[in-house]
């Protein structure tokens, strides 16, 4: 046999947990070939001495989604060594698009990048991908909110059983069109409105599916335990396995708080529950300025949002105010990290409390201006986490990795704000500072979770170990040098020691550098 590539005399970590041994891997038109003869000849060899190849890294958190349409290199994740990425989490996904709001964001969004597709379905979406040449194989679940949105509008309210039948349907028929599940962003709108019982009986209609229920829980402070215990009994009632998003608890000397909520979960999957969960290894999370105004500022969606912003303001600043004076969030902890309006572009990069000061405000003014003058959209970097609550999560048996990032470049439109730099650092991050440098994890343990545990749990027959005739999805990195270099200031910086990087069989990254290979696929729940 001539095989596509030969790597020889690399350390083979399989992503089951087994302990690494000496071999060489072959590849032959997009799979795996393990059964190599002293004789094999190959279009290619790599000498990977000293190094370790391992399965393509899964993002089993990734907010990419419709972005591979305006830059398919998804430059972020496959140098960081990821080869497939889960999107439409935390309640939004690229579709469907059945509301009117929804549409119009779209049509906006598609207008701004200059974006000629169009869609409606999960399977109108994935149709669009399927005619891209994209870099990274995509996976998506379908968003609660998008379906909410759909059913009940943006309203704050119980939907009806008549809208929830609805939502059934609708959950129902993404996964029939290849969504893996369902999830939830229980503090963002309109998802935030359902109450247990509506998510019980939509997680229920993807059950027969063999559908996974994903959900950013309601609460990340004091009520982290309670939050995780509705994800439980969503699972439990439901019948669904359950996947917590970016599971974290905010605030200092709260480990005991957070090792209550991961005994919770030890405790489910006593009972038999498949619950699991995705962290990143990052003290700061990334979300949207509004997460600190209350529920009600919400109630109607996005341009009611931004009207209540003028004339609620008074009642805005008293709960903002409240909020702050509890010590939550500090607003020096609050980086504004991307903004849409030129005249604003300066205070990138800074702290709230940084650009109250240049303002002559106050930061609870400062926030509701800033968030008027953008239309209700200003992207943050929040530092409220502690170190050891990561580790906590991330040495648990049942944690998994994310980015919660979506794929950023250094290059064109996405290398644009400063983003969270686990865009681009998370997998080499952990293994550079966690593995490596302080021996949290073991590197077999370490790429489990980042190959197999999230193959399993989105039940990939023939992804996330190295094994004979599987797709070759395949990293050779340098456990002595594989570190992150994105910073909080200077994000869009690729990692070091992922050296080469093959998507279905065909070199992506070339020592960090991208081949230009787009060999990605979408992959739809159930296909073959
Ligand atoms: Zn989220």
Known sequence: MNLDYL????HIIDGTGAS??????GIKDGRV???IEKNTSAEQVIDARGQVVCPGFIDMHSHTDAGLLIDPRAQSKITQGITLEVCGQCGFSAAPVL???GRAELDDWRKRYDIKHNWTTV???LRVLESTPIAINFVTFVGHSNLRAAAVGLEDREATPDEIDKMRMLAAEALNQGAFGLSTGLQYPPSSFANTDELVQIAAACTPLGGIYAS???DEREGLAESDA????????GGVAVQI???????EGKLERTLAALELIRQARRRGLDVTVDVYPYTASSTGLGIFLPRWAHDGGDQAFVERLKSHRNELLTALKASSAQGCPKWHSVLVSNLKTEANREYIGLTIAEIADRRGKSAEETVLDLLTEESGSVSIIHFGQAEEDVVAVMSAEFSMFGTDASARSTTGELAKGKPHPRAFGTFPRILGRYVRERKILSLELAVHKMTFMPARKLRLSDRGVIKNGYWADLLVFDPNTVIDTATYQNPHQICRGINYVFVNGRLAVDHGELTGAFAGRVIRRGAK
């Open 123 to 125: 399977d109108d979406f």
């Open 216 to 218: 950013h829980t309601r």
């Open 33 to 35: 070939v393990l059964t």
């Open 7 to 10: 790597i020889r005399n690399c």
């Open 230 to 237: 509705e994800a439980i009994e969503i699972g439990e009632r």
């Open 20 to 25: 690494a041994v000496p071999g060489c891997i």
């Open 245 to 251: 998003s970016h599971h974290k608890g905010y605030g």
């Open 99 to 101: 509301d009117e709001s």
